[in-house]
């Protein structure tokens, strides 16, 4: 288990402490597990960066507004589907199923986009993905294992189905969000595929396409100008690496809150109460 923990979380601690390390030590040796004289210099520069720091922004705002939007989206879908007396229910389920194993192609979705005045607004990270069929199959399992019979005494007592829908099985549902929620967000943070078709201005791109830009274009304009010309070879894979560590920290940050949710919420479906 150990060795296991080790190889798992070795390339993690290359990238953090190659975040670290002066380019002197880095080219001695190709496996390193401490620097002798460690520097932010990174780091440093990184926040310092305005494209970076509005990537990070950008991002931050991506990913909670994509998260909330999706999440109501596909409850909302997912909770009149679990009725066995909505009218066309099955037809329903099987269309929005159908849109799994078939899309429209890649041409007529960015005409699409492009028809809806989306090309170069975040909007297009938004919107377009506002539901996730896989998302609102497991959200629909979950609603169905909630006892009708909290919804019948609802009923009685005089409450609608938005009533029921917002204080009753959102709340009892908290697990299935959480763990949906944390699906969501992971896919916003790490989207760079949508920036790069339809959001031309460098100013709106989130930090996983600066990302991207950096580590696979190798864009060493980000290393230009300032006190840090004379260094630009020394400091090239530094801030690459930096990057990296600050696009994925906030994620690890969140996921400690939310574990206890998580574990219950992937266990959907896998045990009869």
């Known amino acids: 288990m150990l060795l296991l923990a080790a190889v798992t979380l070795y390339p993690f601690w290359h990238v953090l402490i190659g975040s670290i390390m002066p380019y ?7 496996i390193y597990l401490f620097p002798q004289r460690p520097t932010f210099e990174a780091y ?3 926040f310092s960066k305005d494209t ?10 991506v990913t909670a507004a994509g998260m909330l939007y999706q999440l109501f989206i596909t409850a909302i879908t997912a909770y009149p589907l679990i009725k066995q007396d909505l009218p066309g229910r099955t037809f329903i389920f099987m269309y929005i199923i159908f849109t799994m194993f078939f899309g429209g192609g890649l041409i007529p979705y960015y005409l699409l986009i492009k028809s809806l005045g989306m090309v170069n607004s975040l909007a297009v990270m938004i919107i377009p993905a506002a539901i996730s069929t896989y ?5 629909k399992t979950f609603f169905q294992n909630i006892p009708l019979e909290l919804e019948e005494s609802a ?17 009892l549902s908290v697990p299935a969000l959480t763990t949906i929620g944390l699906f969501i967000a992971v896919g916003q943070w790490n989207n760079w595929y949508t920036p790069m078709l339809f959001l031309n201005d460098k100013d709106l791109w989130p930090l996983a396409m600066v990302l991207r830009d950096i580590l696979i274009n190798n864009n060493m304009e980000l290393t230009r100008g300032g006190s840090y010309v004379s260094q630009e070879f020394m400091l090239g894979d530094t801030i690459k690496n930096a990057v990296v560590i600050v696009s994925v920290v906030p994620i690890i940050i969140v996921y400690p809150f939310i574990q206890k949710h998580f574990v219950k919420g992937v266990m959907i ?5």
């Open 24 to 30: 002197e030590e880095s080219i001695r040796s190709v």
């Open 155 to 171: 009923k009685i007592d005089g409450a609608g189905y938005m009533t029921i829908f917002f204080r009753i099985i959102l709340p």
């Open 269 to 273: 479906g896998s045990i009869k109460s």
């Open 52 to 61: 970076l720091v509005g990537a990070l922004l950008v991002s931050v705002f």
């Open 44 to 46: 440093h520069y990184v």
């Open 135 to 139: 998302n609102m199959i497991v959200l």
